[in-house]
Protein backbone atom coordinates (compact mmCIF):
# COMPACT_ATOMS: atom_id res chain seq x y z
CA UNK A 1 0.00 0.00 0.00
CA UNK A 2 2.67 2.63 1.00
CA UNK A 3 4.58 1.84 -2.41
CA UNK A 4 1.79 2.24 -4.63
CA UNK A 5 1.05 5.79 -2.62
CA UNK A 6 4.84 6.29 -3.05
CA UNK A 7 3.98 5.95 -6.85
CA UNK A 8 1.00 8.05 -6.70
CA UNK A 9 3.04 11.14 -5.04
CA UNK A 10 5.93 10.88 -7.47
CA UNK A 11 3.13 10.73 -11.03
CA UNK A 12 1.44 13.71 -9.45
CA UNK A 13 5.06 15.92 -9.09
CA UNK A 14 6.31 14.85 -12.17
CA UNK A 15 3.04 16.82 -13.54
CA UNK A 16 4.02 19.31 -10.88
CA UNK A 17 7.90 19.90 -12.19
CA UNK A 18 6.50 19.90 -15.70
CA UNK A 19 5.78 23.82 -15.89
CA UNK A 20 9.36 24.37 -14.36
CA UNK A 21 10.69 22.29 -17.14
CA UNK A 22 9.50 25.24 -19.51
CA UNK A 23 10.91 27.82 -17.29
CA UNK A 24 14.85 28.81 -18.69
CA UNK A 25 15.54 30.14 -15.31
CA UNK A 26 14.66 27.36 -13.12
CA UNK A 27 16.92 24.29 -13.86
CA UNK A 28 15.69 21.17 -12.02
CA UNK A 29 17.52 17.91 -11.56
CA UNK A 30 16.58 14.03 -12.03
CA UNK A 31 14.77 12.39 -9.33
CA UNK A 32 13.31 15.67 -7.66
CA UNK A 33 10.38 15.07 -5.64
CA UNK A 34 8.00 18.43 -5.78
CA UNK A 35 4.98 18.69 -3.63
CA UNK A 36 1.95 19.98 -4.07
CA UNK A 37 1.31 23.67 -4.28
CA UNK A 38 4.54 24.71 -4.66
CA UNK A 39 6.08 27.74 -5.86
CA UNK A 40 9.61 28.47 -7.32
CA UNK A 41 10.01 31.86 -8.82
CA UNK A 42 12.76 33.28 -10.50
CA UNK A 43 12.68 37.45 -11.83
CA UNK A 44 14.96 40.34 -12.47
CA UNK A 45 17.14 38.05 -14.01
CA UNK A 46 17.45 35.93 -11.17
CA UNK A 47 17.90 32.03 -10.92
CA UNK A 48 17.50 28.67 -9.53
CA UNK A 49 18.77 25.66 -9.68
CA UNK A 50 18.06 22.56 -8.00
CA UNK A 51 20.39 19.73 -8.01
CA UNK A 52 19.83 15.66 -8.71
CA UNK A 53 17.42 13.84 -5.71
CA UNK A 54 16.05 17.01 -3.90
CA UNK A 55 12.54 16.96 -1.93
CA UNK A 56 11.42 19.97 -2.04
CA UNK A 57 7.89 19.78 -0.30
CA UNK A 58 4.30 21.44 0.25
CA UNK A 59 3.63 24.78 0.10
CA UNK A 60 7.19 25.95 -0.15
CA UNK A 61 8.15 29.01 -1.78
CA UNK A 62 11.47 29.73 -3.50
CA UNK A 63 12.09 33.00 -4.98
CA UNK A 64 14.89 34.73 -7.36
CA UNK A 65 14.33 38.70 -7.61
CA UNK A 66 18.35 38.53 -9.59
CA UNK A 67 21.12 36.34 -8.09
CA UNK A 68 21.21 32.59 -7.97
CA UNK A 69 19.80 30.07 -5.53
CA UNK A 70 21.50 26.54 -5.72
CA UNK A 71 20.08 23.98 -4.17
CA UNK A 72 22.38 21.25 -4.67
CA UNK A 73 21.99 17.50 -5.32
CA UNK A 74 20.02 15.23 -2.02
CA UNK A 75 18.51 18.26 -0.41
CA UNK A 76 15.44 18.20 2.07
CA UNK A 77 13.22 21.45 1.94
CA UNK A 78 10.24 20.20 4.16
CA UNK A 79 7.02 21.89 4.09
CA UNK A 80 6.22 25.83 4.36
CA UNK A 81 9.46 26.75 3.90
CA UNK A 82 10.23 30.10 2.54
CA UNK A 83 13.67 31.11 0.40
CA UNK A 84 14.13 34.61 -1.21
CA UNK A 85 16.91 36.24 -2.85
CA UNK A 86 16.87 39.78 -3.98
CA UNK A 87 19.98 40.46 -6.30
CA UNK A 88 21.84 38.23 -3.86
CA UNK A 89 23.21 34.48 -4.10
CA UNK A 90 22.00 31.55 -1.66
CA UNK A 91 23.92 28.17 -2.00
CA UNK A 92 22.21 25.01 0.13
CA UNK A 93 25.06 22.11 -0.38
CA UNK A 94 24.80 18.81 -0.91
CA UNK A 95 22.69 16.37 1.40
CA UNK A 96 21.22 19.92 3.84
CA UNK A 97 17.81 19.56 5.37
CA UNK A 98 15.48 22.62 6.40
CA UNK A 99 12.63 21.59 8.43
CA UNK A 100 9.16 22.86 7.92
CA UNK A 101 8.01 26.82 8.22
CA UNK A 102 11.64 28.10 7.99
CA UNK A 103 12.10 31.65 6.52
CA UNK A 104 15.61 32.62 4.97
CA UNK A 105 15.98 35.60 3.51
CA UNK A 106 18.78 37.20 1.59
CA UNK A 107 19.99 40.59 0.30
CA UNK A 108 23.68 39.97 0.52
CA UNK A 109 24.88 36.67 0.50
CA UNK A 110 24.40 33.11 2.24
CA UNK A 111 25.65 29.95 1.98
CA UNK A 112 24.85 26.83 3.88
CA UNK A 113 27.29 24.32 3.98
CA UNK A 114 26.66 20.14 3.10
CA UNK A 115 25.06 17.99 5.80
CA UNK A 116 23.84 20.55 7.37
CA UNK A 117 20.10 19.87 9.71
CA UNK A 118 18.40 23.18 10.23
CA UNK A 119 14.99 22.88 12.42
CA UNK A 120 11.69 23.58 12.24
CA UNK A 121 10.97 27.52 12.07
CA UNK A 122 14.12 28.47 11.69
CA UNK A 123 14.81 32.66 10.62
CA UNK A 124 17.96 33.18 8.82
CA UNK A 125 17.87 36.51 7.68
CA UNK A 126 21.05 38.45 5.75
CA UNK A 127 20.67 41.90 6.06
CA UNK A 128 19.65 45.17 8.81
CA UNK A 129 17.13 47.66 8.27
CA UNK A 130 19.10 50.92 8.66
CA UNK A 131 17.66 53.38 11.54
CA UNK A 132 20.22 55.95 12.22
CA UNK A 133 18.12 58.99 10.99
CA UNK A 134 14.96 59.43 13.19
CA UNK A 135 13.06 61.87 10.46
CA UNK A 136 12.42 59.07 8.68
CA UNK A 137 10.70 56.10 8.69
CA UNK A 138 13.20 53.14 9.10
CA UNK A 139 10.95 50.91 6.44
CA UNK A 140 12.23 53.63 4.20
CA UNK A 141 16.04 53.79 5.05
CA UNK A 142 17.80 51.54 3.27
CA UNK A 143 19.10 47.94 4.44
CA UNK A 144 22.71 47.13 5.21
CA UNK A 145 23.27 43.91 2.71
CA UNK A 146 25.03 40.82 4.70
CA UNK A 147 26.80 37.50 4.65
CA UNK A 148 25.88 34.71 6.76
CA UNK A 149 28.17 31.42 6.11
CA UNK A 150 27.07 27.98 7.85
CA UNK A 151 29.67 25.27 8.10
CA UNK A 152 29.34 21.84 7.05
CA UNK A 153 27.61 19.10 9.65
CA UNK A 154 26.02 22.05 11.51
CA UNK A 155 22.48 21.56 13.52
CA UNK A 156 20.50 24.75 14.38
CA UNK A 157 17.98 23.29 16.92
CA UNK A 158 14.33 24.64 16.34
CA UNK A 159 13.19 28.39 16.11
CA UNK A 160 16.73 29.70 16.19
CA UNK A 161 17.19 33.15 14.56
CA UNK A 162 20.86 33.50 13.25
CA UNK A 163 21.54 37.22 12.12
CA UNK A 164 23.63 39.09 9.38
CA UNK A 165 27.14 39.10 9.36
CA UNK A 166 27.77 35.64 11.52
CA UNK A 167 29.87 32.61 10.67
CA UNK A 168 28.89 29.11 11.72
CA UNK A 169 31.65 26.90 12.00
CA UNK A 170 31.99 23.39 11.23
CA UNK A 171 30.28 20.41 13.16
CA UNK A 172 28.78 23.57 15.88
CA UNK A 173 25.22 22.93 17.46
CA UNK A 174 22.82 25.91 17.77
CA UNK A 175 20.64 24.86 20.85
CA UNK A 176 16.44 25.07 20.10
CA UNK A 177 15.73 28.94 20.19
CA UNK A 178 19.07 30.64 20.31
CA UNK A 179 19.72 33.92 18.77
CA UNK A 180 23.32 33.78 16.94
CA UNK A 181 24.64 37.18 16.85
CA UNK A 182 28.39 36.09 16.86
CA UNK A 183 30.69 33.97 15.13
CA UNK A 184 30.13 30.31 16.52
CA UNK A 185 33.77 28.52 16.80
CA UNK A 186 33.71 24.87 14.79
CA UNK A 187 32.50 21.37 17.12
CA UNK A 188 31.52 23.14 19.80
CA UNK A 189 27.51 23.36 21.38
CA UNK A 190 25.99 27.24 21.69
CA UNK A 191 22.73 28.12 22.97
CA UNK A 192 20.61 30.96 24.23
CA UNK A 193 19.76 34.36 23.88
CA UNK A 194 22.39 35.67 22.41
CA UNK A 195 23.78 32.36 21.65
CA UNK A 196 26.65 31.49 23.90
CA UNK A 197 29.07 28.88 24.29
CA UNK A 198 27.28 25.33 26.34
CA UNK A 199 30.20 22.89 26.17
CA UNK A 200 32.63 21.08 23.35
CA UNK A 201 31.27 18.39 21.35
C1 LIG B 1 21.53 22.14 22.70
C2 LIG B 1 21.10 20.69 22.93
C3 LIG B 1 21.42 19.84 21.72
C4 LIG B 1 21.89 20.23 24.15
O1 LIG B 1 21.48 18.96 24.52
P1 LIG B 1 22.31 18.18 25.67
O2 LIG B 1 23.71 17.96 25.23
O3 LIG B 1 21.53 16.98 26.01
O4 LIG B 1 22.39 19.22 26.84
P2 LIG B 1 21.63 19.21 28.25
O5 LIG B 1 20.19 18.95 28.08
O6 LIG B 1 22.44 18.32 29.15
O7 LIG B 1 21.80 20.73 28.73
C5 LIG B 1 23.02 21.27 29.21
C6 LIG B 1 22.72 22.66 29.78
O8 LIG B 1 22.36 23.52 28.69
C7 LIG B 1 21.05 24.06 28.88
N1 LIG B 1 20.37 24.04 27.57
C8 LIG B 1 20.16 22.97 26.79
N2 LIG B 1 19.55 23.33 25.65
C9 LIG B 1 19.35 24.66 25.75
C10 LIG B 1 18.75 25.59 24.89
N3 LIG B 1 18.26 25.21 23.70
N4 LIG B 1 18.75 26.88 25.26
C11 LIG B 1 19.27 27.27 26.46
N5 LIG B 1 19.85 26.41 27.31
C12 LIG B 1 19.89 25.12 26.96
C13 LIG B 1 20.38 23.12 29.86
O9 LIG B 1 19.34 23.77 30.58
C14 LIG B 1 21.53 22.70 30.74
O10 LIG B 1 21.79 23.76 31.63
P3 LIG B 1 22.29 23.46 33.16
O11 LIG B 1 23.62 22.79 33.00
O12 LIG B 1 22.39 24.82 33.76
O13 LIG B 1 21.27 22.59 33.75
C15 LIG B 1 19.55 20.56 23.16
O14 LIG B 1 19.21 21.02 24.44
C16 LIG B 1 18.73 21.30 22.13
O15 LIG B 1 18.47 22.50 22.21
N6 LIG B 1 18.31 20.54 21.08
C17 LIG B 1 17.60 21.06 19.94
C18 LIG B 1 16.32 20.23 19.72
C19 LIG B 1 15.65 20.61 18.43
O16 LIG B 1 15.54 21.77 18.10
N7 LIG B 1 15.23 19.63 17.67
C20 LIG B 1 14.71 19.87 16.33
C21 LIG B 1 15.07 18.72 15.47
S1 LIG B 1 15.67 19.21 13.89
Not at 21 to 29: D, L, V
Not at 42 to 51: C, Q, R
Amino acid sequence: MKSIIKIIKRSLSFFRRLKFFANRKIKIGKNIYIGPRVKLKAIDGGSIIIGDNCEINECTKIFSGGGKIIIEENCMINDYVQIGAMEADITIHSNSSINSFCFISSRGSLTIGSNVAIGPQVVIITDNHKFSDKNIPIKHQGDIKGKIIIGDDVWVGAGCKILSGVKIGNGVVVGAGAVVTKNLEPFKVYAGVPAKFLKDR
